[in-house]
Structures are given as structure tokens and as C-alpha cells.
């Protein structure tokens, strides 16, 4: 079923409905000036053939002609400020909604969705809606009021010759009905390609590091010389329905002209007509001529804006899958009491359960240790609890209440989550930190700027904490961006704390200073630390191990030791390589 075109739009176009109907109402006049003049000429002629003109009329002639026209540039500056302002207006508020929306999808979506192809909605194709809603719109009532003003003159003329003009017209609308079709299509390829290319380029530029260290410049420019040209083959095919159906348009509307001079001419040898009158047909018939031509421009117009709007409903259709409960709990702080009963996860693209069956309780100022063999659902585990996924089975409370009836704003306002990736923005290490809590002061900052060890690499920075991280944070090493991400998660002083393995790129040393700080802040709260290096985990008060999805061994270090399994070999292991690793510091020194 094809739904309406508008149907996101719609609240938007009612509130700026004044906008463009007064708008409008300067275009109908702009107009009616335009063709009082023919006119006027027409008039002057007959009385200059029949030699009856005097300075006087001439005068009158010519006054009424200068009022007129500066009457049509004042009402022509009205609507433009009217229409063309108001759809830029339209745009700015559309690119909010679809931007805003965008905030609301979870994560599945942005998996599947390519950054480039989103960037180049918001940019390229909103361009193309608001041209029809501003030159579109402009044009569409220009031709109509033109048109029919036109055609009103003309039959007022001469009722035959405006039959003549006719004759074309059924052409000229099948010509437009056959190429608005094609070039739709064609537009909506273009758009699609347009939107691979940013995506190409996009991924390019994030990746330049990955590319420059395989030496991948020249496969790359390849791979994107590739979408270039598919962009301009597809632009090609375009053009070339452009350039059928603009000059058949023009051939079709010149042979109107061509009937007129030939037959208008006989009236007038035949005395039906005067001059002035086959001179005002000709003018009225050359402002006719003007929206037949449009009609091929508007047509253009409102087929790049209707492919564009439908590919921005697209994702304007997309419902969030993760979404507050109509009775969503709206509880501001949070203990932190998390328990996982039964849980059954996995996600929509993998065919088997990523975790199976998880039972966990972690108590207000309880710190759980998680470890275990690469994708064995470490992160997936901890992605749960701030509902960035939904669960299929089982259920996850927080202070005993399902997170799902939680509102989703208060539940992750609670937790302090340290990604993997400890993704910074191009912006100082202090507002990074203050992401959250954006009215934290610089002595705050200071204070967990020691808490994660970072005192002695600020003095390295050249403005302290106001230093620029670059876009990323690649100015900053692995290790310095993941403790300014730590910093960021304690700066919110949230109840739960979850460090999905944030300490993989420090070294033992600042390692063992950050969780002695961490310790004494941590008091009252829940702490999850996901970690290869169990010398991280080793105090917690629980550890899990998983592998392929399940807890394959539970309980604290020195019952996991006991147990002699996954976690007692992979910390002899990494006892030993320590041991090596000290050994050849010293050897060094
Ligand atoms: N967004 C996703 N869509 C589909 N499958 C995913 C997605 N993210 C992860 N997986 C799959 O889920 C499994 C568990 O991944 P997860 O990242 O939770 O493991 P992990 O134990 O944290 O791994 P690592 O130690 O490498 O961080 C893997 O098989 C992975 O391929």
C-alpha cells in the first residue's frame, strides 16, 4: 500500500499554510501586473496606427507602465521572503525531526544503516525537498497563474486564434506525464548512489590510519573511483531524460507560436483583427510559452524532491524498537541493585542464542569481574543492562524493578558505561569528561583526573585539560583516551559502573593505581568490569567466566584457583608472561 507522501510532514507545511498562501497572493499579483502590461502596449500601438496618439496618452502609457513595474518588483521581493524563507524554515525543521528521530533508534539500526547513507539524507536529499518546497512551489503557481491569466487575455483577444494555440497542448501534457515517470526513477537511483558514494567516503577518511598501514591508498581511490562513476552514469541517465523532455516540450510550445504568426497573420490581412491586437495576442502568447516550458522544470523539480522525501520517510517509518512502556517508571536515582534472572539474548541478524540462560546478582557496592575467550558475549552481557538491546527471555531487574518497565532516560542516567571503543569527540579533554554532567567545574575535573591517573600526562598537553583531543580523540594514545572515557563515566557519579574492558591499553602499574582510586569512590556502588587481564578482576567480589554464551565458572579468585578450570590456567599463563615481561624490564634498565 503506498502511503501518503506528506504523511511526516504534514504538521509542518499546516503551520506555515500562511506562509505560503500569502505568499501566494504576492505571486497572483506579481503576475497580473506582468500581463496588464501587453496590454497597455497593445493599446498604444492601435492609437499610434491610427495615428491618434498624444504626447498626453503616450505619457499616461508610459507612467501606468513605470508604476507597474516597480509594483511587480516589490511584490516579487514580498514573495520570495514569503516562500523561499519559509522553506528554508521547513528544512531546518525537518532536518531537526529527522535528526532527533535518528536519537531514538537503537543501536540495531545504526548496524544495518550506514553512516554516509544517513549524512547524505540529511544533507543532499532535504536540499532536493525544500527546492520543490521553494522553486517547486514557486514555479507550480506561476505556471498555473500564468497560465490561465494567459489563456483568460488571449481568449479575450481572439477566441480562434486561442483554439489554434490548443491544438499542441495534449502533447505537451503526455510528453510531461511519460518523462515524469522516468526521471523519478532516475532520480531516485541518483540519490541512492549519492548516498554510497558519501558513505565510501566517509569510511575512507575514519579508516585513513587502517588504509595508510596496508599501504590500501591507491584500492581504495579505486573502490571509490568505482562509485564515482556509477554516480555519474546514473547523473548521465538522467540528463539524458532531461534532454528529451525539455526541447520536445519547447519544439511542441514553439509550434504554437508558429500557428499563431501563420494564422493570426490572415486575420489581420483579412482586416478580423487589428495590429495591436495581434501584437498583444503575440506577447500574451509568449507569456504562455513560458509556463509550458516550466511545466518540464516543475515537473523535474517535484520528482527529485518526492524521490528524496521517500527516502527520508523511510527512515522516518522506522518505529524504535527500544522505547519507553506507556507506564514507563520514571525513577530519578537508581541503588543499583542488578539481578539477571534466566537470560536468553541474541541478536536479530545471529541465528543462535548469544547468551544462554545468565543468571547474575550484583549488590550496591559489590564489584563483578567478567572474563572469558574472545565473542564469547562479554560485551553483548553488559550492553543488556542499559537496554542498548532487548532480551528474549528471562528478565533483568534494577533495584528489583524489570528494566524494561524502566524509563529508559532515568535508567541510563544511572550507569556509568566505559565502552570498548572509548570513543571521545573532537573537543577538550574537559568537556569530554563533562559529557554528561555538562556543568561540572574544572576543580571536579581535576579531582578525576587524578582518580584515573592521568595527572602526569596532562602535563604533557599543551593546554592542560583544555587541550583539543583531535577529531576521535586521536591526539591521545589507546591508554589516555580510555581513562578520559573512565573519567567521563565517574563524572555523572552514577550508582552503576560498568567498564566493558577499559583498561586493555594501560599498563600494570597505572592499572593498579587506578582501581586503588577507584576503590575508595566506588563504595556504594555497582561495579561490572569486563577484563582479559584478570589481574584486573582479581579482588572482585564475584568473577564469571563465559564461553559461547554461558557462565562456565563462577565464584571469587581464590575459588576459581581451586577450581583449577579456564580462569586458574589463563592467570598462571599470564603470571608467567608478567613474570618475563619484569625480568626483561629489569635486564633493560
Ligand atoms: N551487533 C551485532 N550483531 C550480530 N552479532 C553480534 C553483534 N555484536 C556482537 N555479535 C556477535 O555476538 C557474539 C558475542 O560478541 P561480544 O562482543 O559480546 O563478545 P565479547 O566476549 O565481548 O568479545 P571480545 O572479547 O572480543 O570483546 C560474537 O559471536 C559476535 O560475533
Do not use: C
Not at 501 to 525: G, M, W, Y
Amino acid at each position: 500500500m503506498n502511503k501518503p507522501l506528506l504523511r511526516h510532514i504534514k504538521k509542518l507545511l499546516i503551520q506555515y499554510r500562511w506562509k505560503y498562501i500569502t505568499g501566494a497572493f504576492f505571486l497572483l499579483l506579481t503576475d497580473i501586473f506582468q500581463l496588464i502590461s501587453p496590454r497597455l502596449i497593445g493599446w498604444g500601438v492601435d492609437y499610434l496606427n491610427k495615428g491618434s496618439l498624444t504626447f498626453k496618452s503616450l505619457l499616461l502609457v508610459f507612467s501606468s507602465l513605470l508604476l507597474l513595474a516597480i509594483l511587480t518588483a516589490i511584490f516579487r521581493f514580498f514573495w520570495r521572503i514569503q516562500i523561499l524563507a519559509t522553506a528554508r524554515k521547513l528544512e531546518a525543521q525537518i532536518r531537526e525531526k529527522y535528526f532527533t528521530h535518528l536519537q531514538t533508534l537503537s543501536l540495531n539500526f545504526f548496524n544495518y544503516k550506514k553512516t554516509g547513507e544517513l549524512m547524505a539524507l540529511a544533507t543532499n536529499d532535504l536540499g532536493a525537498v525544500r527546492e520543490m518546497f521553494a522553486f517547486g512551489v514557486v514555479m507550480l503557481l506561476d505556471t498555473i497563474f500564468l497560465g490561465t491569466l494567459s489563456i483568460f487575455f488571449l481568449l479575450s483577444i481572439s477566441p480562434k486564434l486561442t483554439l489554434y494555440i490548443a491544438i499542441p497542448l495534449p502533447l505537451i501534457t503526455l510528453t510531461i506525464a511519460f518523462f515524469g515517470k522516468i526521471t523519478h526513477k532516475r532520480f531516485k537511483l541518483v540519490q541512492d548512489s549519492f548516498a554510497k558514494l558519501t558513505d565510501k567516503a566517509e569510511e575512507t577518511i575514519a579508516g585513513i590510519r587502517v588504509v595508510k598501514a596496508y599501504v590500501q591508498e591507491e584500492a581504495e581511490l579505486k573502490k571509490f573511483i568505482e562509485k564515482a562513476q556509477d554516480l555519474l552514469s546514473k547523473n548521465i541517465h538522467l540528463v539524458k531524460a532531461w534532454g528529451f523532455m525539455f526541447p520536445t516540450i519547447e519544439l511542441l510550445a514553439n509550434l504554437s507560436i508558429l500557428l499563431v504568426f501563420l494564422l493570426g497573420g490572415l486575420e489581420v490581412i483579412k482586416g478580423n483583427i487589428s495590429l495591436g491586437d495581434f501584437i498583444a495576442f503575440n506577447s500574451y502568447l509568449g507569456l504562455l510559452i513560458w509556463p509550458m516550458n516550466a511545466l518540464g522544470w516543475v515537473v523535474n523539480n517535484f520528482q527529485r524532491g518526492r524521490a528524496s522525501l521517500e527516502r527520508i520517510n523511510e527512515v522516518l517509518d522506522e518505529i524504535p524498537d527500544i522505547k519507553d512502556s506507556p507506564k514507563s517508571i520514571k525513577k530519578e536515582t537508581l541503588e543499583g541493585y542488578i539481578t539477571f534472572k534466566n537470560v536468553y539474548f541474541k541478536y536479530p541478524s545471529s541465528p543462535k542464542w548469544i547468551l544462554e540462560d545468565i543468571s547474575i546478582e550484583i549488590k550496591p557496592g559489590k564489584f563483578l569481574g567478567i572474563t572469558g575467550p574472545v565473542g564469547s558475549g562479554k560485551t553483548s552481557l553488559v550492553s543488556l543492562i542499559p537496554r542498548l538491546f532487548n532480551i528474549q527471555k528471562g528478565e533483568i531487574f534494577i533495584d528489583n524493578i524489570p528494566i524494561k518497565d524502566l524509563s529508559l532516560h532515568y535508567l541510563r542516567k544511572n550507569i556509568g558505561f566505559v565502552p570498548q571503543d572509548s570513543f571521545l569527540f573532537s573537543d577538550t579533554i574537559a568537556n569530554n569528561i563533562r559529557f554528561g554532567k555538562p556543568d561540572l567545574s574544572d576543580d571536579e575535573i581535576y579531582k578525576l583526573i587524578k582518580i584515573v591517573a592521568l595527572e602526569e600526562d596532562l602535563k604533557e598537553f599543551p593546554n592542560g585539560i583544555h587541550t583539543i583531543v583531535g577529531e576521535r580523540g586521536v591526539t591521545l594514545s589507546g591508554g589516555q583516551k580510555q581513562r578520559v572515557a573512565i573519567a567521563r563515566a565517574l563524572a555523572i557519579n552514577p550508582p552503576v559502573l560498568i567498564f566493558d574492558d577499559a583498561l586493555s591499553a594501560v599498563d600494570a602499574k597505572t592499572e593498579r593505581q587506578i582501581l586503588e582510586n577507584l576503590l575508595e569512590i566506588r563504595k556504594n556502588k555497582s561495579l561490572i568490569v569486563i577484563a582479559q587481564r584478570l589481574s584486573v578482576i582479581q579482588d572482585a567480589d564475584e568473577i564469571i567466566v563465559l564461553k559461547e554464551g554461558k557462565i562456565i565458572e563462577r565464584g571469587d579468585h581464590n575459588k576459581l584457583m581451586r577450581l583449577g578450570g579456564f580462569y586458574a590456567e589463563l592467570f598462571e599463563q599470564q603470571k608467567i608472561e608478567s613474570e618475563l615481561e619484569r625480568r626483561e624490564d629489569e635486564r633493560i634498565l
